[in-house]
T-cell receptor
Framework: GEDVEQSLFLSVREGDSSVINCTYT??????LYWYKQEPGAGLQLLTY?????DMKQDQRLTVLLNKKDKHLSLRIADTQTGDSAIYFC????????????FGTGTRLQVFP | DAGVIQSPRHEVTEMGQEVTLRCKPI?????LFWYRQTMMRGLELLIY????????DSGMPEDRFSAKMPNASFSTLKIQPSEPRDSAVYFC??????????FGPGTRLTVL
């Protein structure tokens, strides 16, 4: 079945790079997404990557996709305290392009 | 556009009472999703609609939960009767072609 896995916690120093990893099981996924959730708020769409791409860069964010290993990562350059949040990886379900399967979320803590 | 609008933002009720959560999707989006988020189970898809028609309600916990989408600009999620274990944050999200899934701010439900 479809499953998306992430590590639960990541702690980094302000100014360093953060790398949040995600593995998924559905090789037919067309899009993969990264969402950010700050305390008490909804999920905010950060970026996405189409499955025929290896990399996508958007300002401080870099998404890397390894389709062979079904591995997705989000790199945040120059991490700031405002980046502290929970980050969710999500894939589009193979049998329905509308349905997103979310990972458990990775809590990123940035310390000074 | 104001984004996905949910009401109320907070709801506190007593066990056995009926609860109705409301959602207004982004104009022009043709898919609407209801999610529930708890610490124990993370983010769960309850039901989603496409062009106002329920497509997948396999995530609805039990018959106490029902959802409707009478038109393209409005949806409700109803719990009757409510139980303490229904306490969670309920998110509504909508999507259109190429937009990704965009979330509302959520309704925090507490059932005493």
């Amino acid at each position: 079945g479809e499953d998306v896995e992430q590590s639960l916690f990541l702690s980094v120093r302000e100014g360093d790079s953060s790398v949040i990893n995600c593995t998924y099981t559905d090789s037919s996924s067309t899009y993969l997404y990264w969402y950010k959730q700050e305390p008490g708020a909804g999920l905010q769409l950060l970026t996405y990557i189409f499955s025929n791409m290896d990399m996508k860069q958007d300002q401080r964010l870099t998404v890397l996709l390894n389709k062979k290993d079904k591995h997705l990562s989000l790199r945040i350059a120059d991490t700031q305290t405002g980046d502290s949040a929970i980050y969710f990886c999500a894939e589009v379900g193979s049998y329905n392009t509308d349905k997103l399967i979310f990972g458990t979320g990775t809590r990123l803590q940035v310390f000074p | 556009d104001a984004g996905v609008i949910q009401s109320p933002r907070h709801e506190v009720t007593e066990m056995g009472q009926e609860v109705t959560l409301r959602c207004k999707p982004i104009s022009g989006h043709n898919s609407l999703f209801w999610y529930r988020q708890t610490m124990m189970r993370g983010l769960e898809l309850l039901i989603y609609f496409n062009n106002n028609v329920p497509i997948d309600d396999s995530g609805m916990p039990e018959d106490r939960f029902s959802a409707k989408m009478p038109n393209a600009s409005f949806s409700t999620l109803k719990i009757q009767p409510s139980e303490p274990r229904d306490s969670a944050v309920y998110f509504c999200a909508s999507s259109g072609t190429g937009t990704g899934l965009l979330f509302g701010p959520g309704t925090r439900l507490t059932v005493l």
